[in-house]
C-alpha cells in the first residue's frame, strides 16, 4: 500500500501484471523465500598431482518472491498499522460499519473522506500517532476542504513521510497549532461542530498535500487492528475489482466469514465500492477489525458470478485484487 501520489505507478503496474495473470494458475498465500547457504564441493590445488576435494561454503542469496495479488489469490503482510485508536475503551473505539470511508451511506450522504467513532459529546480524544499540530480551532476559511466551517472545530496533526491525521466535530480543543505530541496524548473531545449529524469524532488521514480534499487515505489501512473480546487481535482486508485494463469498478458485492470454510457460515458483510471520486489510490474497498478465518467474496458482474476464498489473520492486512469482465 502507499500514499495517493503512488496511484498512477500501481495502475500502469496492474497492467503489466495482467499479462502475467493470464497464464497464471492462482496459488493461495505464497510465502517469501529466505536466503539460502549452500555447500559447494569444489577441488582445490594441493602439491600432490591429484586435486582433494575440500568443502567451501558460498552463500547464494536468492531475492525473496514478493506476493502480488494480480498473480495470487491473495496476499497477506503486515500491512502500515502505525496509528494507534484516537479514542479509547470504555469508549467506542470501533469504526462505524453504517458510514465506512468511500461510503454514501446508500446513496443518502456525500462520500465520506473518513470514518466515525461514535461517542457521547465530551469523551476524550486522542493522537494517533507523534507529531506536530498544525491547526487547531474552528474550520471558519474552508482550507481543508471546499466549504467553511464544515469539520466545525478541527485539529490537523502532521506526522513523519507527509501523513497527516484530522480530527473533526470537536466539541473542545485541547492543544495550539505549532505544539508537539506524542502518541496518546489527549488533544480534544469529541463533539458535534460544523456539519455534523450527532456527536462523534470525523478522522481522517491525508498524505502528500494536506489542503486537498482528495488526498484521503482510507483509516482502516492505517489504524492498529483493535482485539475481540477474547483478546484475539483482527484482521483488515484490502479489496481491489478492476476490469482487465485495471481500471477501478464500482460494484456491490458480499463477503461471508467462516471459522472454516467447510463449517457454516458465520458472518456476511454487504459491501460497496468506494464513490467513483474516490477510486485514486491502492483499492476500491476495504473493510477492518475482521476476525481470523476464511472468507468467501462474491459478486455479480455483466451477468457473471465471480467468487474468492481468501484467509484473514490476526493483526495482518489481506491484500486482495479480483479482475472482472
Not at 3 to 18: A, D, P
Not at 34 to 39: A, H, K, L, W
Not at 61 to 78: A, E, G, R, S
Not at 214 to 224: C, G, R, S, V, Y
Amino acid at each position: 500500500m502507499s500514499l495517493r501520489g503512488g496511484g498512477s505507478s500501481r495502475r500502469s503496474n496492474l497492467l503489466i501484471f495482467f499479462l502475467i495473470l493470464s497464464s497464471c494458475t492462482p496459488v493461495q498465500t505464497p510465502q517469501s523465500l529466505p536466503s539460502v547457504t549452500s555447500t559447494v564441493l569444489e577441488p582445490v590445488p594441493t602439491s600432490t598431482s591429484t586435486p582433494i576435494p575440500i568443502l567451501l561454503l558460498s552463500t547464494i542469496t536468492i531475492t525473496p518472491v514478493v506476493c502480488n495479488p494480480l498473480i495470487f489469490d491473495f496476499c497477506i503482510n503486515d500491512g502500515h498499522f502505525i496509528l494507534q485508536r484516537p479514542v479509547r475503551p470504555p469508549a467506542n473505539d470501533s469504526v462505524d460499519p453504517t458510514y465506512r470511508y468511500g461510503s454514501t451511506a446508500n446513496g443518502t450522504r456525500d462520500p465520506h473522506h473518513g470514518v466515525e467513532f461514535v461517542n457521547e459529546s465530551g469523551t476524550p480524544v486522542y493522537a494517533a500517532a507523534e507529531g506536530k499540530v498544525i491547526f487547531a480551532g474552528p474550520d471558519e476559511e474552508a482550507i481543508y476542504s471546499p466549504w467553511r466551517n464544515y469539520y466545525g472545530n478541527l485539529v490537523v496533526i502532521e506526522h513523519n513521510d507527509e501523513l497527516f491525521t484530522l480530527y473533526a466535530h470537536l466539541s473542545q480543543i485541547n492543544i495550539q497549532a505549532g505544539q508537539k505530541v506524542l502518541t496518546g496524548d489527549k488533544i480534544g473531545e469529541i463533539g458535534r461542530t460544523g456539519v455534523a449529524i450527532g456527536s462523534h469524532l470525523h478522522f481522517e488521514v491525508r498524505g502528500g498535500d494536506v489542503q486537498d480534499y482528495f488526498a484521503t487515505q482510507n483509516p482502516e489501512l492505517w489504524l492498529a487492528p483493535n482485539k475481540d473480546e477474547s483478546g484475539k487481535l483482527l484482521g483488515t482486508l484490502m479489496i481491489s475489482i478492476v476490469d482487465q485494463g485495471s481500471v477501478f469498478q464500482h460494484t456491490e458485492f458480499t463477503i461471508d466469514y467462516y471459522l472454516d470454510r467447510n463449517g457454516p457460515r458465520v458472518k456476511s458483510y454487504y459491501v460497496v465500492t468506494y464513490a467513483r471520486d474516490m477510486m485514486t489510490g491502492d483499492e476500491n474497498a476495504a473493510l477492518g477489525d475482521l476476525p481470523a478465518g476464511d472468507y468467501r467474496i462474491a459478486l455479480e458482474y455483466n451477468g457473471q458470478l465471480y467468487e474468492r476464498w481468501v484467509e484473514v489473520e490476526p493483526g495482518k492486512l489481506t491484500e486482495v485484487v479480483l479482475v472482472v469482465k
